[in-house]
């Protein structure tokens, strides 16, 4: 059968990589189209355009590159419609996806399946009217989702498991490299134990977040050093221009590791992380964090997550397990006191370390043991098997 995905970001390209693996372990026949990445064209089929093209984040970026973002979006309609695929599978990537799923229902017979839903439980959840409309089959990777869709809007999904789960999982057993070894590789100095920073995978985040929480790490450079996970689509000078304009940063000794966080991770013994992702990420590699995010009008934003977003926390780990495990600063809490007020108190020896590297248990329970990759897959063929089936 022929698949067409569309992704936007690196998270998506990793995990939309793997499930077309799996898709091929079900569907000998299987070929790819897609808006994607590296990871996605390594697996086979024919990329479209990067997601790089597509990545715009905030009101600003999305305005000056509108008739990119719609010029993109003409493109892939018409080659959706040109190819003719047996089903679109989106990921994420709600503001363009949704509006192919909305094209795909109004002018084509083409299935739309979703794979990792978008996060319309935090806010824009009246995206749901849309999804019942638009999306056949919806494919989530979160757990309180099932009551958010099924309970809530009496939308039927299917909970496959957590890629990120077996991601870790996987890297966990095969990854054998020693501190010694990885800071020699990294040109790190080994006599010190490692903080890490992940300031997030888009140039705009970095920008809003890296300086300040360079800022609070840099409180503990007599005991520890600081490195600093650079995203795949992020050039590394980026990361210098940034901190080099801040005043005051100058002497700061840091080091950049480039396409390795997971390595990185696993060597640190605290982290400051943007929200995203990497908050799952880390709790699964049993990294004790602080989670930050800068944002414009911090008053206004807090008051607008208390009266108007739909859920509690912004970090995967606290929704998972429905209570504040890592503290979150964004808004009107994001200040560099806070972000080191915090991160002393998981440093080791610290009485919050135990406790949030005992809560990171709930979440792998919570999570479950299913392989999402190969769980998504397989249902999506045996959907479109049978759905040949009913025309046959």
């Excluded at 970026?61 to 010029?71: A, D, N, S």
């Excluded at 099924?150 to 789960?165: A, D, F, L, Q, R």
């Excluded at 000794?253 to 390795?260: G, I, K, Y």
């Excluded at 013994?269 to 930050?292: F, N």
Aim: aromatic share 12%; hydrophobic share 45%.
């Amino acid at each position: 059968m022929k698949y067409y995905l569309i992704v936007g970001e690196a998270s998506g390209d990793l995990h939309a990589s793997h499930l077309m693996a799996s898709l091929k372990k079900n569907d000998s026949e299987a070929s790819f189209r897609f808006f994607g990445g590296d990871l996605m064209s390594a697996v086979g089929g024919t990329r479209v355009k990067h997601y790089r093209e597509l990545a715009y984040m905030g009101f600003v970026p999305v305005l000056l590159h509108l008739c990119t973002i719609f010029r993109n979006m003409s493109f892939c309609k018409k080659d959706i419609v040109a190819w003719q695929p047996d089903v679109v599978i989106l990921v994420d990537y709600p503001g363009f996806n949704l509006n192919i799923a909305k094209f795909l229902k109004r002018n084509t017979n083409i299935p739309v399946y979703y794979y990792i839903s978008p996060k319309i439980w935090a806010w824009k959840e009246w995206r749901i009217k849309a999804i019942r409309r638009d999306v056949k089959e919806m494919f989530s990777i979160l757990p309180f989702e099932v009551a958010f869709y099924e309970g809530k809007h009496h939308y039927k999904i299917h909970y496959v498991g957590n890629p990120t789960s077996h991601e870790i999982h996987d890297f966990l057993e095969n990854y054998h490299v020693d501190f010694a070894s990885f800071c020699k590789a990294q040109h790190i100095d080994r006599e010190k134990p490692l903080i890490a920073l992940l300031p997030g995978s888009r140039a705009q985040e970095i920008k809003d977040n890296l300086v300040p929480m360079l800022r609070a790490a840099c409180r503990f450079s007599d005991r520890y050093q600081i490195a600093i996970a650079c995203a795949p689509s992020i050039d590394k000078a980026y990361y210098r221009q940034v901190i080099d304009a801040a005043e005051g940063l100058s002497d700061v000794s840091f080091c950049l590791v480039h396409n390795d966080t997971y390595g990185l991770l696993a060597h640190a013994v605290a982290a400051l992380v943007t929200s995203g992702t990497a908050t799952l990420e880390t709790s699964l590699l049993h990294v004790p964090q602080v989670v930050c995010y800068k944002t414009p009008v911090p008053r206004l934003i807090r008051w607008a997550f208390n009266h108007i977003l739909s859920c509690r926390f912004i970090s995967l780990v606290n929704l998972i397990v429905d209570r504040e495990v890592v503290p979150e600063l964004f808004a009107d809490r994001f200040s560099v006191q806070n972000i080191a007020s915090e991160l002393e108190r998981i440093l080791p020896g610290n009485e919050g370390r135990k406790v949030m590297l005992k809560a990171y248990e709930e979440v792998e329970r919570r999570l479950g043991n299913d392989i999402a990759p190969d769980n998504a897959a397989r249902l999506m063929v045996n959907l479109l098997r049978q759905e040949a089936a009913r025309y046959q």
